[in-house]
């Protein structure tokens, strides 16, 4: 059975501070990451994806994810976030047909 | 092009009754997944529909039900609705099958008294 995890639930930042949030995953064969981001009122919508190939996968609004395949992880990262970044956030995985999402990070971000 | 619609967006039901939720994928999506998503246990998945037959299914009672029509529209049933079953309902919708990157709805907010 897969499974992920994000390691933070809860993360407040100021403008311009650096992001990263953590997320593992297990899974023993090949997997599609993904993270995907909520806005306040809105629908989850994907932010970027890895397949295949370079394990740096760029996403939209500036957020990069790399993947680290020996350490089974898919972390997410900005280097300067803005007070719209506010949202929450969820990684997930899907190696088995069968979607797995970790239960998100609420990141809050202070003008 | 149009996203993916959820109809209703509100649902108040008691204890013991059923409900019906529907889901228009987007036009030309084939794969429809429905996710239950509380706070406490984040987003779970339900099941998978794909050519009018449920492909995969998550680890939910038999009374939530579903199924997929010609055109990709989906429903999905839960019977003997339990207070516990109080949650938002997400479709999703994507091209095809394998892992491939999901559309979201709004979601049907289900409320049980």
């Known amino acids: 059975a897969q499974s992920v995890s994000q390691h933070n639930h809860h993360v407040i930042l100021s403008e311009a501070a650096s992001l990263e949030l953590g997320c593992n995953y297990s899974y023993g064969g090949t997997v599609n990451l993904f993270w995907y981001v909520q806005y306040p009122g809105q629908h989850l919508q994907l932010l970027l994806k890895y397949f295949s190939g370079d394990p740096l996968v760029k996403g939209i609004k500036g957020f990069e994810a790399e993947f680290i395949k020996s350490k089974f992880s898919f972390n997410l990262r900005k280097p300067s976030v803005q007070w719209s970044d506010t949202a929450e956030y969820f990684c997930a995985v899907s190696g088995s047909y069968i979607p797995t999402f970790g239960r998100g990070t609420s990141l809050i971000v202070h003008p | 092009k149009a996203g993916v619609t959820q109809t209703p967006r509100y649902l108040i039901k008691t204890r013991g009754q059923q409900v019906t939720l529907s889901c228009s994928p987007i036009?030309?999506?084939?794969?429809v997944s429905w996710y239950q998503q509380t706070p406490g246990q984040g987003l779970q998945f339900l099941f998978e529909?794909?050519?009018?037959?449920?492909?995969n299914k998550g680890n939910f009672p038999g009374r939530f039900s579903g199924r997929q029509f010609s055109n990709s529209r989906s429903e999905m049933n839960v019977s003997t609705l339990e207070l516990g079953d109080s949650a938002l309902y997400l479709c999703a919708s994507a091209l095809d099958r394998g892992g491939q990157p999901q559309h979201f709805g709004d979601g049907t907010r289900l409320s049980i008294l």
């Open positions: 036009s030309g999506h084939r794969s």
């Open positions: 529909y794909f050519s009018e037959t449920q492909r």
